[in-house]
């Protein structure tokens, strides 16, 4: 791969644009950002971004070709929020596009809330997806930081290690900033309650059955305790499951039924 390259390997210009930006969360947020070209860029860059299994998602993309709101190629879009318990997860699929039909992904999560995209909030490092559509599953640390935060995605051409706020002017490449919150699970309230599914026996002595009241399609159950802690995941096929009592101690548990676009919990008794 040749450095500087269009899809016909002709060297273009660049100049350096190192910057942060302000931003209204309650306080005054400010984030570097890498240094990118200023020319025109037909050659890699994100094409879309979505996400699924979150409390709220990103469902259509916001954002297509080579833009930006920032600056040349750099984006922050506060609106649609992701959001998503701690110690929980979501998928992130993404897609680049461009005739060189070369991209590499670096996805960075601000866990900690402190305005800098530190080196272990690294969560995707430097996945070659070329114009593919590809899906990431992104853990969320039982410990990260309650409250809105920022998830940087970088397609840089280089193939080569950065850094969230490197000079990438060496290759065609896209930043865009997307706006996540991490919620605490303090109770079933925060989840939709209703009469799509029901457990009987509950309480559980040694196995139950869900079962489901309504039609939900690429749905997937998850149990967790009063502190959040992810016990159990599986995906749901058919309208019914058995639950095993398996390493579950005696206590009280939330079991979750989530798809694309809702999720429901019920609470369930383990004796």
């Known amino acids: 791969m040749k450095n500087k390259f269009n899809s016909k390997n002709i060297a273009v210009s660049y100049v350096v644009m190192v910057a942060c930006y302000l931003m209204s969360n309650n306080a005054v947020a400010q984030y570097c950002y890498p240094t990118l070209h200023s020319g025109t860029n037909v050659c890699t860059y994100i094409n879309s971004v979505t996400t699924s299994g ?13 833009n930006g709101n920032i600056y040349n ?22 897609q680049a596009n461009g005739t060189c039909d070369i991209a590499y992904f670096n996805v960075w999560v601000d866990w900690n ?65 997307y706006a996540l919150k991490v919620v605490l699970f303090s109770g079933v309230n925060e989840l939709d309650i209703g009469n799509a599914f029901s457990i009987y026996p509950n309480p559980l002595t040694s196995s139950s059955t869900l079962q489901l009241n309504t039609q939900v399609k ?11 802690k992810e016990m159990m995941r599986t995906k749901l096929t058919g309208d019914r499951m058995v639950i095993a009592r398996g390493t579950l101690v005696s206590g009280i548990y939330f079991v979750k039924v989530v798809n694309e676009d809702r999720q429901w919990v019920e609470k369930m008794v383990v004796e």
């Open 54 to 66: 979150a409390m709220t998602n990103i469902t259509t993309p916001v954002d297509t070709g080579f």
């Open 73 to 94: 190629g750099i984006s922050y879009f506060a609106t649609p929020v992701i959001s998503q318990y701690a110690g929980q997860s979501f998928t992130l699929t993404v």
């Open 113 to 177: 809330r402190n305005e800098v995209f530190d080196s272990t909030e690294q969560v995707v490092n430097n996945v070659s997806c070329a114009n593919n559509v590809t899906s990431f599953t992104i853990n969320i640390p039982a410990n990260a930081v309650i409250g809105t935060t920022r998830m940087r995605i970088i397609n840089f051409g280089g193939g080569t290690t950065i850094g969230s706020c490197s000079n990438l002017n060496g290759y065609y490449s896209e930043c865009e900033d």
């Open 218 to 228: 690429n749905a997937e159950v998850v149990i967790y305790d009063l502190l959040g």
